[in-house]
Structure formats: structure tokens, C-alpha cells
């Protein structure tokens, strides 16, 4: 529920763009594992981050993809 979920910080704010720039710039780089570790940070910080949501998921079929 949106009540339930917590209020962000000026930090929670910085380092959510922080992690989401980061992982975006892996995920370009290639570096799937890297950008998959950043959004989930993010996500850590907002569950609700549709930018680190769609990225991650993204990098993840890549990444199985890559596997195959």
C-alpha cells in the first residue's frame, strides 16, 4: 500500500540516482552482473524505482541469454 512505504531521504534520493546512473552505465558498458548489482541497490532503496525495475529486468534476460 502507499501508505506503508517509507518516506525518502535527500541521501535516499542521491544514492538511488547514484546506483541507477551506475547501472545504467555498466548495463551499456555490458557489464550485465555489475549493472544487476547496482539496480538492485537501488531497488533497495525504493522497491517502487520503475528506471532500476525495467533495467534489471532487462539485464537479467540478457544476462541468461548471454548464458545459454
Given amino acids: 500500500a502507499a501508505s506503508a512505504r517509507r518516506v525518502l531521504t535527500d541521501e535516499d534520493r542521491r ?6 546512473n551506475d ?3 555498466a548495463y551499456r558498458a555490458g557489464d550485465l ?12 532503496i525504493d522497491p517502487t ?4 525495475a ?3 529486468a532487462r539485464a537479467e534476460r540478457k544476462l541468461e541469454r548471454v548464458g545459454e
Fill in 49 to 52: 524505482d520503475a528506471t532500476a
Fill in 15 to 20: 544514492m538511488l540516482t547514484r546506483y541507477v
Fill in 54 to 56: 525495467s533495467y534489471r
Fill in 33 to 44: 552482473r555489475s549493472a544487476i548489482a547496482a539496480f538492485s541497490r537501488a531497488l533497495a
Fill in 23 to 25: 547501472g545504467v552505465s
